[in-house]
């Protein structure tokens, strides 16, 4: 699906009550299981943990536009998700992402559960060209795996990127990654607790 429009790109930053960790987690597995098989416009959701510390969560939404967001804000499973989160969520912090590039695997993705994906969460400070020329890098490159470059910042000074991975899996593109990246780089590793996202979402702003 290559996506001619910019894209809702969100991230949520949960620290959550240790004592109702897996309440959370079923009821993320209930919303993103749900809308991913009813909702066509929720185009990707990530729920994970910063590795090692279970309280502290990041979750990572795609919308094809704000219509299909509402479709979900709507939905019975996101209501019954609100629920649980206003009783679990201790601190609660809300990013607008402007997507730059976005690129998903080939396959349609619905995992929960056990299972050994990661997502490498690199956040960098950078001028606007000199990521362009990376977006237009990736663009070029013929390596496969689900990737996000966004701005953080209105500015587009400060940006993110997420690359998912296996287990013990190396960066795939790390290299073009730091010919952009200034050494205030810093990069978190968070385990996929739940994720479901389409195949072959492909976004690149030229702007």
């Not at 979750?59 to 609100?82: P, T």
């Not at 910042?153 to 990246?181: F, G, H, M, P, Y």
Request: charged share 20%.
């Amino acid at each position: 699906m290559r996506l001619t429009e910019i894209p809702i790109l969100r991230m949520y930053h949960l620290t959550i009550d240790e004592s109702q960790r897996e309440v959370f987690e079923t009821a993320g597995v209930q919303n993103l299981l749900t809308s991913h098989q009813n909702e066509i416009g929720t185009l990707a959701m990530y729920a994970t943990h910063l590795n090692g510390q279970e309280t502290e969560n990041y979750v990572f939404e795609l919308y094809q536009d704000e219509s299909q967001y509402q479709i979900h804000a709507n939905s019975s499973q996101f209501k019954a998700y609100g629920q649980v989160a206003q009783k679990v969520v201790k601190d609660k912090g809300l990013q607008e992402l402007q997507p730059q590039y976005i690129q998903t695997s080939n396959s349609n993705m619905a995992v929960s559960g056990q299972n050994d994906y990661f997502i490498e969460l690199t956040t960098f400070t950078s001028p606007s060209d000199t990521v362009q020329k990376l977006v237009e890098k990736l663009a070029k490159t013929s390596i496969s795996g689900t990737y996000y470059v966004a701005a953080v910042d209105a500015v587009k000074k400060q940006w993110l990127c997420l690359e998912l991975l296996r287990e013990n899996q190396v960066s795939q593109i790390s290299s073009i990654l730091d010919q952009a990246i200034s050494s205030d780089r810093i990069t978190k590793l968070l385990k996929v607790d739940t994720m479901v996202s389409q195949a072959n979402i492909g976004f690149e702003n030229s702007h």
